[in-house]
């Protein structure tokens, strides 16, 4: 499986920006996958994920209503639609995805296959 994320910018608060995960090698419906981020000098924070083995789906509570995880089947893409971005969301966003039976969600960062990352960077 190879993850190629795009998407990533400096942006101010309040503004929305999509990211966008490329899969090859698999077909979305056979993975879980999701994203993940990590700002200097903090742990990694799992964000949203979906895994299409066994349905489960999970969103963090500092991004709920705000960030939403969604999958384009044709296009072997997922997407993370952010919208009243903060300076806190500020991180390296990772895609990772994994098609081990039983992957489910939350559970991205222990997905085996991921992305080289893009950066937001939110401020005014």
């Known amino acids: 499986v190879q993850l190629q994320a795009s998407g990533g910018g400096l942006v101010q608060p309040g503004e929305s920006l999509r990211l966008s995960c490329e899969v090859s090698g698999f077909t979305l419906d056979a993975l879980a996958i999701g994203w993940f981020r990590q700002a200097p000098g903090k742990e990694r924070e799992e964000i949203s994920c979906v895994s299409h083995r066994d349905r489960s789906r999970y969103n963090a509570q500092s991004v709920k209503g705000r960030f939403t995880i969604s999958v384009d089947n044709a296009k072997n893409t997922v997407f993370l639609q952010m919208s009243s971005l903060k300076s806190e969301d500020t991180a390296v966003y990772y895609c990772?995805?994994?098609?081990?039976?039983?992957?489910?969600?939350?559970?991205?960062?222990?997905?085996?296959?991921r992305g080289q990352g893009t950066q937001v960077t939110v401020s005014s």
């Open positions: 990772a995805a994994s098609y081990t039976i039983g992957s489910s969600c939350p559970g991205t960062l222990a997905f085996a296959h």
